[in-house]
């Protein structure tokens, strides 16, 4: 039942970043450019996305990777099932983290350094 949560969550994601991609919030281009710099903030500890970057990599690693679960020639269309909802969890947590980055990232930039004064 979690894995059916998790995958389900994946596909509300996608259906919600698409959706507000349509109704003026961040633009597909937008996001992708974004992720650079999601990459950096998270390598330099500034964003908590490490371990979310972590996954997706892991996910897009499998799906370029030659060596499959499910095999597609033995298995024909269930050996792309597979593929399908991995490509699937990957685009709509990309575009979920991205939207998370850029909100963080407007919070941030409305915020002045700086130190309490007693």
Known sequence: MGKTLKRSAAFAALARALASGARGGPSLGARLAALPRMIRATARGQYDGGLRLALMTAATAYIVSPIDLLPEIPLAIFGLA???????????????????????????SSVIPGGLVP
Do not use: H, K, P
């Not at 990957?90 to 998370?100: C, I, K, M, Y």
């Open 82 to 108: 597979d593929d399908a909802v991995m490509i699937t969890w990957l685009a709509g947590s990309v575009l979920a983290e991205t939207d998370r980055f850029l909100e963080w990232e407007a919070r941030r």
